[in-house]
Nanobody, 113 residues
Framework: QVQLVESGGGSVQAGGSLRLSCAAS????????MGWYRRAPGKERELVAT???????IYADSVKGRFTISRDNAKNTVYLQMNSLKPEDTAVYYC???????WGQGTQVTVSS
C-alpha cells in the first residue's frame, strides 16, 4: 500500500518561507517522478512542481524563482522549499506520485499579507 505523508505546512506572513516534506512508503520511490500540487479555495488544482528520478525539475510559472523541489531517494522523501511567499500561495498542498493515483492527505499553507 502506497502512503504519502506531508508535513511542514503552517501560517506565515508574506515574504516568509516554509519547507514542505513528503515521506513515501510502499513504492520504489527512486524510479518515480514526484510532484506537488495545490488547491486554493474556489480554484482548480494546480501542478506546482515536479522532479524526475534523475533530478530534473519543472515549475509552474507562478512559483518559478521562489519555490524549489528536491528529493532524497535514500529517505524516500520529496521536499518543497517555498520562499518569498505571497498571499496567493495560500492553498492545501498535496504530494503525488506523478502518473499514478497516489496522493497525500494534504497540508495547509496560509500566507497573510
Amino acid at each position: 500500500q502506497v502512503q504519502l505523508v506531508e508535513s511542514g505546512g503552517g501560517s506565515v506572513q508574506a515574504g516568509g518561507s516554509l519547507r514542505l516534506s513528503c515521506a513515501a512508503s510502499g513504492i520504489r520511490f527512486s524510479i518515480f517522478v514526484m510532484g506537488w500540487y495545490r488547491r486554493a479555495p474556489g480554484k482548480e488544482r494546480e501542478l506546482v512542481a515536479t522532479i524526475s528520478s534523475g533530478g530534473s525539475t519543472i515549475y509552474a510559472d507562478s512559483v518559478k524563482g521562489r519555490f524549489t523541489i528536491s528529493r532524497d531517494n535514500a529517505k524516500n522523501t520529496v521536499y518543497l522549499q517555498m520562499n518569498s511567499l505571497k498571499p496567493e500561495d495560500t492553498a492545501v498542498y498535496y504530494c503525488a506520485v506523478i502518473g499514478t493515483n497516489n496522493w497525500g492527505q494534504g497540508t495547509q499553507v496560509t500566507v497573510s499579507s
